[in-house]
């Protein structure tokens, strides 16, 4: 998507240890309305796929993840990280290494919110190891979901998620693919 | 607002430890054609403030805050809960206790976001003891900011919360008060 990768390039910043810095208007600050023409987008791409529901993990995915819904008229729902060791029994749970926080994390979903009659897109900000996907697969696979596929604003092509996700049988959608980051210069491939 | 009463009779449960349990609309899962009604609410209360910026919290308060940005077509800025005590020079941060939690968060927003030059409305799902919001306050002051208001979905009364934020000449607008949980029923005030 052209828009994103102009707006990457003009906002962006190549932190030390491969870190896109686009948190002015990704997911700490979020600039609502170009995330809109994003989640328009998204929409786009999965509108006839029968999709009732959003599936993504708190908390940086949950702004573009509220704004898509609205063009489903569906519901989200985001996977919270679970602070205890103690999970309940109403709650799917699944694990993800975080690459970010160098921890793993457990992610729960209530059980309420989350069965075979569902048919989620799985929406994120970022797509990298596809950790967290993998973990958001799991908790809809435990609850006998259908997947309908997986969309991210921005994917780090070398990391390898897309091919995890895809060896799933997984549809995935990144809005701009990011080939490579080299002395602070970002490179996009189709 | 009659629409938001009737929804959390119709959904919500009192749980132990005066927990009203609205999480299947509000938070964990998110209605989001539901939240975009409360979301145009809370835009017709402040539409006229020059409001540029929402400023909520993570991870519960980002999407009725999203929401209640594409209205004003605005950015949002959600402050993030601190999980090292190294805080950096490059951001703002104050500290909330969490009755929820039964701990003290350090919450932080980037100083590249937030300066004398935004006029914010703070967004969140409650308002109970109001420490959040305080936090809140604390960070949009030491930035300079003009705070127009505070908004949320539900506010529990007789936690203090409104008092401390009209304490601070503040204009406070929820969209449900509760005045009273007892016996799990839901008594509501005008």
Chains 1, 2 share one sequence.
Request: one cysteine or more.
């Amino acid at each position: 998507m052209k828009l994103l990768e102009e707006k990457i390039l003009k906002e962006g910043k190549v932190l030390k240890g491969d870190i896109l810095k686009i948190d002015g208007f990704l997911n700490h600050q979020m600039d609502v309305d170009f995330l809109d023409k994003l989640a328009k987008e998204i929409y786009e791409n999965f509108k006839n796929r029968g999709i009732n529901k959003i599936l993504t993990v708190e908390s940086s995915g949950i702004g573009l993840a509220c704004l898509t819904a609205r063009f489903f008229h569906c519901k989200v729902l985001a996977a919270k990280k679970s602070r205890s060791l103690n999970i309940s029994e109403n709650v799917y749970h699944s694990t993800a290494f975080s690459f970010t926080h160098k921890k793993e994390n457990t992610i729960v979903v209530s059980k309420e919110y989350l069965s075979q009659d569902d048919v989620v897109l799985i929406v994120d900000d970022f797509l990298a190891s596809g950790n967290a996907c993998l973990a958001l697969i799991d908790i809809a696979r435990q609850a006998g979901a259908t997947i309908a596929g997986v969309s991210c604003a921005v994917e780090k092509t070398y990391q390898g998620g897309r091919k995890a996700l895809e060896d799933l049988g997984l549809t995935v959608v990144s809005l701009a693919k990011i080939g490579e980051m080299k002395d602070g210069k970002i490179d996009f491939i189709d």
